[in-house]
Nanobody, 123 residues
Framework: DVQLVESGGGLVQPGGSLRLSCAAS????????MAWFREAPGKDREAVAI???????NYADSVKGRFTISQDNAKRTLTLQMNNVEPEDTAMYFC??????????????????WGQGTQVTVS
């Protein structure tokens, strides 16, 4: 069975850093487009960053220059390094896996596999 398990969320002060991890199992990790999404209360779930199967990365404008997505195929782990966080980054963060993203930030329906989420609160 496909499993995505996020960890690393928590409470952080504005300007601080946080590192989210997603442990993947049950599928060929390196053959998928991996993504981080977030969902804040009252808002739609939005793509934050992708790590495409060809190594291409892409970021939402709101996090460019602050967040970095990376992937370790040997450890089957997707990571989101969040620096200089802002209160607007407060949300539930989800890891997702799907087909080739063509380097873009696809909508959530593109991704059939999801983790349970990890909460990030910036305050």
């Amino acid at each position: 069975d496909v499993q995505l398990v996020e960890s690393g969320g928590g409470l952080v002060q504005p300007g601080g850093s946080l590192r989210l991890s997603c442990a993947a199992s049950g599928f060929t990790f390196s053959s998928y487009c991996m993504a981080w999404f977030r969902e804040a209360p009252g808002k739609d779930r939005e793509a934050v960053a992708i790590f495409d199967r060809d190594g291409t990365t892409n970021y939402a404008d709101s996090v460019k220059g602050r967040f970095t997505i990376s992937q370790d195929n040997a450890k089957r782990t997707l990571t989101l390094q969040m620096n200089n966080v802002e209160p607007e980054d407060t949300a539930m963060y989800f890891c997702a896996a799907g087909d080739y993203c063509l380097g873009s930030l696809p909508p959530q329906w593109h991704f059939p596999y999801w983790g349970q989420g990890t909460q990030v609160t910036v305050s």
